[in-house]
């Protein structure tokens, strides 16, 4: 069965300490593996698409990478406004399979 | 720049009522979806539209569960005879085509009492 699988559920970070998001999906045929952040009460928000294993994107303090099994979100020296759910979903052309997501808290 | 709106944000029905939640996407947006979000979960797929035509409702719950596009834009989901398991947070998420990164709207919340 399809599915994506995200960890760790929860992550406290320092101000400016460095780590990393992993989502882990088991589809037949991936045609896009995607990153969004949600704050509460929101809708998530778009944050990178990854096509091909290898890829790599980044903006500000965040950097996804893509392999054929599982994908990283780097967060570098992150502050306390980046503190939020980060959520992956993986395309298999049928169907967006979301994560439960990591909840991410930044404490200054 | 409008985004995806959703109306209305919050909703409290009593178990057995009929209740319409309404997304409107960007415009130009050919692909609609609906999700459903229990609190602490990620986002579970519901259905999918191309312009006017469902092409998928697999994720729909129960025949309860019933979503419309009829003029390709604005989309309603509407269930009837609620129940309790029904509250969750429902998400409506438009897209350029089927397989481009789809933006959110901000969620209707709907709790059944």
């Known amino acids: 069965e399809d599915q994506v699988t995200q960890s760790p559920e929860a992550l406290r970070l320092q101000e400016g300490e460095s780590s990393s998001l992993n989502c882990s999906y088991t589809v037949s045929g991936l045609r896009g593996l995607f990153w969004y952040r949600q704050d509460p009460g929101k809708g998530p928000e778009f944050l990178f698409t990854?096509?091909?294993a290898g890829e790599e994107k980044e903006k500000e303090r965040l950097k996804a990478t893509l392999t054929k099994k599982e994908s990283f979100l780097h967060i570098t020296a992150p502050k306390p406004e980046d503190s939020a759910t980060y959520l992956c979903?993986?395309?298999?052309?049928?169907?967006?399979?979301f994560g439960s997501g990591t909840k991410l808290n930044v404490k200054p | 720049g409008a985004g995806v709106s959703q109306s209305p944000r919050y909703k409290v029905a009593k178990r057995g009522q009929d209740v319409a939640l309404r997304c409107d996407p960007i415009?130009?947006?050919?692909?609609l979806f609906w999700y459903q979000q229990a609190l602490g979960q990620g986002p579970e797929f519901l259905t999918y539209f191309q312009n006017e035509a469902q092409l998928d409702k697999s994720g729909l719950p129960s025949d309860r569960f019933f979503a419309e596009r009829p003029e390709g834009s604005v989309s309603t989901l509407k269930i009837q005879r609620t129940q309790q398991e029904d509250s969750a947070v429902y998400l409506c998420?438009?897209?350029?085509?089927?397989?481009?990164?789809?933006?959110f709207g901000p969620g209707t919340r709907l709790t059944v009492t």
């Open positions: 998420a438009s897209s350029v085509n089927r397989g481009g990164e789809q933006y």
């Open positions: 415009s130009g947006h050919v692909s």
């Open positions: 990854l096509y091909s």
């Open positions: 979903a993986a395309d298999d052309f049928n169907k967006f399979y």
